[in-house]
């Protein structure tokens, strides 16, 4: 049973950190292959790594000497190898970086955060270290060549002797050039090489011990989720419960590997495990989990006789789409529609696609609701229990909330409701405090 292990920049924030990952490693053969971040925060207000790196290619940029910074890089990663006595000839190899700081690339210089962490982890745990540069490859237009990849990672696992240490958060393109992932990069290029290798298990480990059943900075000591699958996931970091990078569910999930998030401060708990579909329990929750966020802005149009009118929502869509806008949602009526977009989006348009569409609709008339908050209840189960949503609508009624928007997802795994900003803590407390814990029994 093959597992590919990959830590966040938390658990390789330094040599105490380091020193977890080694046990966490060495606790399980299995644990053939490991993928690092760039050494994170330390402390609160400390600094990640790649943000010093973000901040050099900033001074360099502007003219602004980096000198000072470069050195407390460097300082960070020689207290690591000197605390864990390893020989790695890091001030020779800084140097290098230094002396040619600007004939780099941007995205080179902010790779060597994970290139240096991955040098001195894959020394510490004694396993051969394989440059990320050399095996995940990238077409020009910033999307990964499966194909190549696949390759050259097989190749390099034969080469290694069947296990290596990788950093993650970048590659190359053809010609050789460094290409970054979007930031939590190093979550996908785990799940790659999980893919790659037909790996049984990709293990995810960072500061918090899985998915909770709503943020505990609204609803005091959430439960845990042991087990969610990945269309779960996807509508709960959707919504802000993120402990995984989004896009590193799709490489292991068309081949159905599942992920496990891990607590690297806490290697005993079971954590979260993600999978395509769930184990056949005979007692599951209700509710897997509740997410939302605030500062939505819905755009209310209403004209008579619309369902008769083709192409209406369809000329709405195109004005987004001239201003770059995503759309959330659309709740339509007979004569009727909203469009959901994020209030950060149209901040500085919204008056102008009001205009634009009271031009080309000629609607009876156009409502801007801000301040609307959208919360999303998700759980696999709920389908199994007839009247769930009339009972989360009328808890919230009894709370004296007032419902603005209702949207149910078609798999019937989501139900998103929409209330003002200043009701968002308060649902989100009285709809886990009534279904939190509430369970259902499964067929056998």
């Not at 994170?40 to 990640?48: A, Q, S």
């Not at 290098?96 to 902010?110: A, G, M, Q």
């Amino acid at each position: 049973m093959i597992k590919v292990a990959k830590f966040g920049g938390s658990s390789v924030a330094d040599a105490s950190q380091f020193q977890k990952v080694r046990e966490i490693v060495k606790a399980d053969p299995d644990r053939k292959f490991v993928v690092v971040s760039a050494s994170g925060k330390r402390c609160k207000g400390d600094n990640k790594i790649t943000d010093l790196l973000l901040l050099v290619n900033a001074h360099i940029q502007y003219g602004v000497d980096c000198t000072a910074l470069l050195a407390t890089i460097e300082q960070r990663f020689m207290d690591i190898a000197l605390e864990l006595g390893l020989d790695f000839p890091l001030a020779e190899e800084f140097m290098s970086l230094v002396n040619d700081i600007d004939k780099f690339t941007p995205e080179y210089v902010v790779s060597r955060g994970e290139w240096f962490t991955a040098k001195l982890m894959a020394e510490y745990l004694g396993m051969p270290f394989v440059d990320a540069a050399d095996v995940i490859v990238f077409h020009h237009d910033g999307t990964v060549d499966m194909e190549r990849t696949q390759t050259k990672l097989r190749e390099a696992v034969i080469h290694s002797g069947g296990t290596f240490v990788l950093p993650g958060f970048y590659g190359s393109t053809v010609d050789g050039q460094i290409k970054l992932f979007k930031r939590g990069g190093g979550d996908i290029t785990g799940a790659i090489l999980a893919r790659c290798i037909d790996a049984a298990l990709y293990e995810n480990w960072t500061d918090v011990s899985g998915f909770l059943a709503a943020d505990p900075r609204v609803v005091e000591n959430p439960r845990g989720i042991h087990r969610i699958t990945f269309e779960e996931m996807r509508e709960l970091s959707y919504m802000g419960a993120s402990v995984l990078q989004e896009e590193a569910i799709f490489p292991v999930r068309e081949v159905n590997i599942p992920i496990q998030i891990k607590n690297t401060n806490a290697p005993d708990e079971f954590g979260t495990i993600i999978r395509e579909t769930a184990n056949e329990h005979a007692r599951e929750h209700l509710i897997t989990g509740i997410a939302g966020k605030k500062d939505f802005v819905g755009i209310y149009v209403q004209k008579a006789h619309m369902s008769n009118e083709i192409g209406c929502i369809r000329n709405a869509l195109s004005i987004l789409e001239r201003y770059g806008v995503s759309v959330e949602h659309i709740p339509t009526g007979v004569d009727s529609f909203s469009i959901v977009v994020n209030g950060e989006d149209v901040k500085d348009t919204i008056y102008s696609i009001v205009a634009d569409m009271q031009r080309d609709l000629q609607p009876d008339s156009i409502n801007v609701l801000p301040g609307l908050a959208l919360i999303s209840v998700v759980g696999r189960n709920m389908s199994r229990r007839a009247g769930t949503s009339g009972q989360i609508f009328g808890a919230l009624g009894e709370a004296g909330i007032n419902i603005r928007m209702i949207t149910q997802s078609s798999q019937e795994i989501s139900i998103i409701v929409g209330v003002q900003n200043e009701d968002f803590e308060k649902a989100i407390r009285v709809i886990y405090n009534r279904f939190g814990d509430a369970v259902v029994i499964r067929d056998r």
